[in-house]
């Protein structure tokens, strides 16, 4: 009895003293990781914003007003009062959340009716919702292949494309960023497999979040078609004010209703607040009600949330011209900081890296920004390819002429600065 309560007293203590010498190991570990960061001067830390999100904001421990160029809040919406008067009424209508997923008690008549606005929006037959793009990039790709199937994806595919493909069976094919050629040689290397019945799908960004390029589409539907393959599109940096009238990168080429998938987010220029989809043909949006691990097994999105991008969609097709404004503002700002000598990336983007080079000099850059009132981050790796460190510049409709002049001078004063340019 007693030899029997020693050995439980033991067995019990030894799991203890391993696991604060593997706390010991990990924090160790840890710790190094981290400072290897901070030596490589590509800590990233985050500024606390006090106010709503705008172009003109107020962050933690300053009284300054700053000038806001790193939101992905394209079209301003993000504090507009229609918006958030529709999301305090869904709120008193609806409720904070629904304590569900979709499938047991977490769907209201507002999440099928923005489905089918999102449908329409794009021309499509149906659409799901999920609680975030990143979700709606897990679902697709699992779900839709198998491991006779092949996958065939930009190299410069936003993370979540690639951590969506990662939980995929299919074979894994990678063509270099644009490159029409590349990915025709991929898509015969994908014929080898000769079946029949496979589905080789391309995937790409639609506009691609840290170069500010377009992908072409065009180019990529005509291989598709020659090579009997499916085209996926995320279109988070294009949904809403990319194209004529906000359709993204399909619109822009003229080619509304070719792509075979479409992903996408609500948390950028359709209101700013979360949440992603898939759109497409019925029988896709039911397999992935069906099967698709993030919708079946995360929340629904809460009501206010799925009114404020009801209410976003309204604004874009009600006023076609939204748009407009925030190509112009690229455009200025884009030409303006060409003519100083400063290099731009990216085609005719609201999105304009700044190229830097050089980690560090990123980061210090944008604290010199920020010490002139205007907030921009730096980039550098992971985000980015070592090297390649840059400050994303993110222009709004929201910008007037005189925020673009106010940033561009700063930019030029802080370039002769660090000597980037003369
Ligand atoms: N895809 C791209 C290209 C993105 O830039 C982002 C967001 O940064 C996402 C997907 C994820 O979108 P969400 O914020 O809705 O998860």
Redesign the pocket.
């Known amino acids: 009895m007693v030899s029997t309560c020693l050995l439980l007293l033991s067995l019990r203590y030894t799991p203890i003293r391993h696991t604060s010498t593997l706390a010991k190991v990990i924090k160790n570990r840890l710790n190094l990781e981290l400072d290897s960061i901070r030596q490589a001067g590509t800590w990233k830390s985050e500024r606390i914003i006090s106010t709503s999100q705008s172009s003109h904001i107020k962050i933690e421990n300053s009284e300054n007003d700053l000038l806001n160029f790193c939101a ?1 809040n394209y079209l301003g919406l993000a504090n507009n009062s229609e918006i958030i008067h529709a999301a305090k009424k869904a709120l008193d209508d609806y409720g904070a959340g629904l304590s569900s997923v979709r499938f047991i008690c977490g769907t209201q008549t507002i999440h099928k009716q923005l489905e089918q606005r999102i449908a329409k929006f794009h021309q499509r037959e149906d659409a799901i919702l ?8 897990a679902g697709i790709f699992e779900t839709l292949l198998k491991e006779q199937d092949c996958i065939i994806s930009d190299e410069l ?5 690639i951590d969506g493909i990662r939980l995929c069976k299919a074979k894994r094919l990678r063509y270099k960023h644009k490159d029409m050629s590349d990915l025709e040689l991929k898509l015969k290397e994908s014929y080898n497999e000769n079946h029949d019945n496979i589905i080789r799908l391309i995937a790409t ?5 840290m170069d500010g390029t377009i992908a072409p589409l065009s180019d990529i539907k005509y291989l598709a078609d020659k090579y009997n393959g499916l085209i996926f599109v ?4 294009a949904t809403g004010f990319f194209g004529r009238t906000g359709r993204g990168t399909e619109e822009y080429f003229n080619m509304i209703g070719t792509i075979d998938i479409i ?6 220029a359709l209101g700013g607040a ?3 989809y898939t759109t497409g043909s019925k029988v896709l949006i039911d397999l992935l009600r069906q099967r698709s691990r993030p919708y079946l097994f995360s929340n629904t999105l809460p009501p206010p949330v799925v009114a404020s991008a009801i209410k976003a969609i309204d604004l874009i097709e009600n006023n076609p011209n939204l748009p407009e404004r925030v190509h112009e503002n690229a455009k200025y700002f884009r030409n303006e900081m060409q003519k100083l000598g400063f290099k731009i990336l990216g085609d005719n983007h609201p999105i304009c890296p700044v190229m830097l080079g050089d980690a560090r000099l990123a980061s210090q850059f944008a604290d010199e920004m920020l010490k002139r009132g205007i907030y921009v981050i730096g980039f550098s790796y992971p985000v980015v390819p070592k090297d390649r460190a840059r400050i994303r510049v993110q222009v709004s409709a929201a910008h007037s002429k005189d925020d673009l002049q106010r940033c561009i001078n700063a930019f030029a004063e802080v370039g002769r600065q660090f000597k980037v340019i003369k």
């Not at 999920?130 to 990039?137: E, G, H, P, R, T």
């Not at 995320?234 to 940096?237: A, L, Q, S, T, V």
């Not at 992903?263 to 950028?268: D, V």
């Open positions: 992905n999920y609680i975030s793009c990143f979700d709606a990039n595919n936003h993370a979540s494309i960004d639609g506009v691609f979040s995320d279109e988070c940096h992903n996408s987010t609500l948390g950028k979360a949440g992603g």
